[in-house]
């Protein structure tokens, strides 16, 4: 779905421990044609989550503050 990682997303990735030079290479898919019902937030958050690098994703407790979450009734979860 995200493709295979290369040095634009994922600097670095070359120097991994288990990093396998004969990987096949993927090209990544577009989120929202994946998930065409979803709304512009909610596509947002969900690249924000799935960062090939992990220093680059979202932390769970940014992800609770993201605006995909504002129209929630909080109180009731």
């Known amino acids: 779905m995200l493709g295979t990682p290369d ?3 994922w ?3 070359l120097k991994l421990e288990f990093y ?3 990987l096949p290479r993927f ?3 577009k989120l929202g044609d994946l998930i065409p ?3 512009k937030d909610g596509l947002d ?6 960062k090939l690098n992990p220093e680059k994703r979202i932390s ?4 609770l503050d993201h605006p995909y979450f ?3 009734d909080k109180e009731n979860i």
């Open 20 to 22: 396998k030079k004969n």
């Open 7 to 9: 040095e634009k997303s």
């Open 70 to 72: 504002d129209s929630l």
């Open 45 to 50: 958050l969900i690249s924000k989550m799935l």
């Open 37 to 39: 019902k979803i709304d």
């Open 60 to 63: 769970a407790l940014k992800a």
């Open 11 to 13: 600097p670095g990735y």
């Open 27 to 29: 090209k990544g898919k």
